[in-house]
T-cell receptor, first 114, second 114 residues
Framework: EAGVTQSPTHLIKTRGQQATLRCSPI?????VYWYQQALGLGLQFLLW???????NRGNFPPRFSGRQFPNYSSELNVNALELEDSALYLC?????????????FGQGTRLTVV | GENVEQHPSTLSVQEGDSAVIKCTYS??????FPWYKQELGKRPQLIID?????GEKKDQRIAVTLNKTAKHFSLHITETQPEDSAVYFC?????????????FGKGTKLSVKP
């Protein structure tokens, strides 16, 4: 069974541009979470999607947005990129129908803003 | 929303010694507390979790304890080995509603010296 997959693995953008990151959850998982991991810092919660709807978002500006498609895959969009957006962006998925279930992480997308 | 504090940020132990990492959480309604291990360059992976109806859980050399009254939980690693060296993250979540996403602590970098 395939795990959580993210694309691209690396992304280089210039300041002011837009970045689109993609995530495919484990088959059967309806919940997708996005986290930002800046160098030396922890996992900052960005967004949570379940059944196509945004369930919660972390303390990030509106230029961080996303969506979840009918097949439960998800996109994270970052507009008007700033240098401090450079980080590893991790996607995780879980089976929201199971109480307190494990979240499985993808390998991440390394975004570099220059 | 939930806030998770994790201590220490770095921990160095000799091989064979024990390691303890502590976390506190703010939301008394949180009911799920996983611990993730992230090796260098790899994705975070679940190593153990505990639910709010349990006070302690063990899995070979690792154990987690939960004190709901004090709102803190701890990871205990006994007989540490060099391959235990990694960053460990605690997390908390409340199943259901708008707080079902995991909120992570800032991580503890554990170094096990041979």
């Amino acid at each position: 069974e395939a795990g959580v997959t993210q694309s691209p693995t690396h992304l280089i953008k210039t300041r002011g541009q837009q970045a689109t990151l993609r995530c495919s959850p484990i088959s059967g998982h309806t919940s997708v979470y996005w986290y930002q991991q800046a160098l030396g810092l922890g996992l900052q919660f960005l967004l949570w999607y379940d059944e196509g709807e945004e369930r919660n978002r972390g303390n990030f500006p509106p230029r961080f947005s996303g969506r979840q498609f009918p097949n439960y895959s998800s996109e994270l969009n970052v507009n008007a990129l700033e240098l401090e957006d450079s980080a590893l962006y991790l996607c995780a998925s879980s089976d929201a129908t199971v109480l307190n279930t494990e979240a499985f992480f993808g390998q991440g997308t390394r975004l570099t803003v220059v | 929303g939930e806030n998770v504090e994790q201590h220490p940020s770095t921990l160095s132990v000799q091989e064979g010694d024990s390691a303890v990492i502590k976390c506190t959480y703010s939301d008394s309604a949180s009911n799920y507390f996983p611990w993730y291990k992230q090796e260098l360059g790899k994705r975070p992976q679940l190593i153990i979790d505990i639910r709010s109806n349990v006070g302690e859980k063990k899995d070979q050399r690792i154990a987690v304890t939960l004190n709901k009254t004090a709102k803190h939980f701890s990871l205990h690693i006994t007989e540490t080995q060099p391959e235990d060296s990694a960053v460990y993250f605690c997390a908390a979540s409340r199943y259901g509603g708008s707080q079902g996403n995991l909120i992570f602590g800032k991580g503890t970098k554990l170094s096990v010296k041979p």
